[in-house]
């Protein structure tokens, strides 16, 4: 049985050198007997906030440790399901950030699995298991994420970056929650949010990544599943502007208020627990 | 200038042997300057019909050959910016088989890209620049992709898999239109359907398949992306049954008559270009 007690973020899954570089890949079944950790990856869609969730695991580590990004509570019992099937043990449900279009799962996920962590940043001022801030490492099995800071649609928001090492996928994932968004971004209107920090964020902590990073936001709207930093490096229509352009273009965006703001914010700010009172 | 004369399927991109083995992942953005061939692949999803459009390349080859498989009339334009910022070279246009749920997009591509040919299944009926019969294969580049006869959903269904071989991507991956879906199947009730034809389809020509072969379905309704042939083998609801009790879960789904079919149909029986008359 597996415990955990943190204080500090660490883990019953410390990191072990591997000397084979692995690659990353889509919906990896778990087959493999080498001694380098193989991630297990999905990208999981919610339609009606075109939210994506993402389940990542170390499938070579003997607990199959498992954690989900941004879940969504209409799909938490969808993601359940396949972790269960996958033979996993789930041990965080993370958020980049405090939503404002849909309520996290990450309160349903704990009353379904008591053992599992939820964790979002220090800086969002939400409730959550665990708190992380710039530098933190996160390790699941032997693999791990790594926190960056990258504010700017909501003060609080983060990226989680797959580690960098030769034991860790290839290339490199970034999980970029509203922050990039696939050639667009989140936008900068509320809950602390700002053009002028999402810029120097996205430039500074993203695009100094290998081109070949993967780039999975929370959302696409338009179909598409992934992007990399050398594509939005080359097209993406606001990221490519100098800092003042891009700032005049996110003043002007003229978007409506967010329907769901009113119910989610609240929510996501306890983890997704309503009722939660303390 | 590439040039295309095509009668049995042929290419001008013969496959090379390498001794280098490659994994599949997904959004791999080429920068790969090893002698093997490396995938490309972008997974793409259409809103209205939940249908997913594939697009492999070689991006190691020099002049980036690519293909899309399933693409949407609604999202064409969508997918050749991505092709042409990508730097690729659309070489096929492919279909499944004959929708009948949307229009696909081959009629506009070949409108808009006139170098692309057109391919689907001889037996599907269809007119098409290509028909292809089982056992064909489909070069890209030094990668090619092996066509497998499934009948059952329509009488004309082919699943594209990924070549077997040291250079072509490891785990395998599988194209399964609505013949396969993940944790389900398509409908048998139309078209030429026949639910026995299905289930030996699948049983014969996919579940044979290595089990970590990634299972990439023309639609999920559900928000998966992907599946493997271990998990359909172990969890699929309908597949998992024996055929008798198969054939009369699929004779009692009682499902509507679909909406688009009077449209997607004739449409598609000429690749999508509805003023088509010869």
Redesign the interface.
Known sequence: MLRFHFIKLTSLFPPKPSPFPL???????S?STSSSSKLL???????ESSTYTYLLADSSHPDKPALLIDPVDR?VD?DLT?IK??GLKLVYAMNTHVHADHVTGTGQIKGKVPDVKSVISKASGAKADLHVVPGDKIHFGNLFLEVRATPGHTAGCITYVTGDGPDQPQ?RMAFTGDVLLIRACGRTDFQGGSSEQLYKSIHSQIFTLP??T?IYPAHDY???????V??EL??NPRLTKDEETFKNIMANLNLSYPKMIDVAVPANLVCGIQSETN
């Open positions: 690659r990353s890949q889509m919906g990896s079944f087959t990856f999905r990208q999981l869609f919610e339609k799909t969808r396949l099937e996958l290339p081109k070949d993967l338009k179909g598409f599943t992934v992007s990399t050398g594509e080359q097209y």
